[in-house]
């Protein structure tokens, strides 16, 4: 079976200190990889998505960068992190190669900036 | 792109009652997700169910794909009930998945 980790599970971070959040997918391959963020309150924003390995879309103009060195590995960035960027995120993975198809998401990282 | 709506914001049941929440969606969709968000945050997969009718114990949902609307049917609440509860859905060429704001359903024993 598919199991997703993400770590670190919690982090406080000062402002402008760099941030390196990172997702892992185990049980399949070739998945499409997502980062979303929950701010305070309720909704989920996407962030960026990766169809495969190199392959970045961003969705939101903002202090953040997504990379993916590995097939089923997905790293969120900063270089100098904003008191914005404060917030729950979310990895998800998805079977690659299809529109229709079912979004599974990890345990998240809670970060807050100070 | 593709407004979500979720309603009711928030509910609050005694134990045992039973609620509906629904989720009405602005455009056709490829992809239709029930999600609860448990209080450490973890998102949990109800339904995958772009149309069509699914039940999983006290849970069921129905989309009315033609009319834009879902709805998700909780039976015999318990107070492990709680949480938010997300519709989301992927509409045309999007890849990703566009949220509601959610309901706050709060089980009361």
């Known amino acids: 079976s598919q199991t997703i980790h993400q770590w670190p599970a919690t982090l406080v971070q000062p402002v402008g200190s760099p941030l390196s959040l990172e997702c892992t997918v185990e049980?399949?391959?070739?998945?499409?990889l997502y980062w979303y963020r929950q701010a305070a309150g309720r909704g989920l924003q996407l962030l960026f998505y990766s169809v495969g390995i190199g392959q970045i879309s961003s969705e939101v103009p903002q202090n953040l960068s997504a990379s993916r060195p590995q097939d089923r590995q997905f790293i969120l960035s900063s270089k100098k992190l904003l008191l914005s960027d404060s917030g729950f995120y979310l990895c998800a993975w998805s079977v690659g190669f299809s529109l229709e198809n079912e979004q599974f998401f990890g345990p998240g990282t809670r970060l807050t900036v100070l | 792109g593709i407004q979500v709506e979720q309603s009711p914001p928030d509910l609050i049941l005694q134990e045992g009652a039973n609620s509906t929440l629904r989720c009405n969606f602005s455009?056709?969709?490829?992809?239709l997700q029930w999600f609860h968000q448990n209080p450490w945050g973890q998102l949990i997969n109800l339904f995958y169910i772009p149309s069509g009718t699914k039940q999983n114990g006290r849970l069921s949902a129905t989309t009315v794909a033609t009319e834009r609307y879902s709805l998700l049917y909780i039976s015999s609440s318990q107070t492990t009930d709680s949480g938010v509860y997300f519709c989301a859905v992927v509409s045309g060429s999007a890849r990703q998945l566009t949220f509601g704001s959610g309901t706050q359903l709060t089980v009361l024993p």
């Open positions: 455009d056709s969709v490829n992809n």
């Open positions: 049980g399949t391959s070739n998945p499409n």
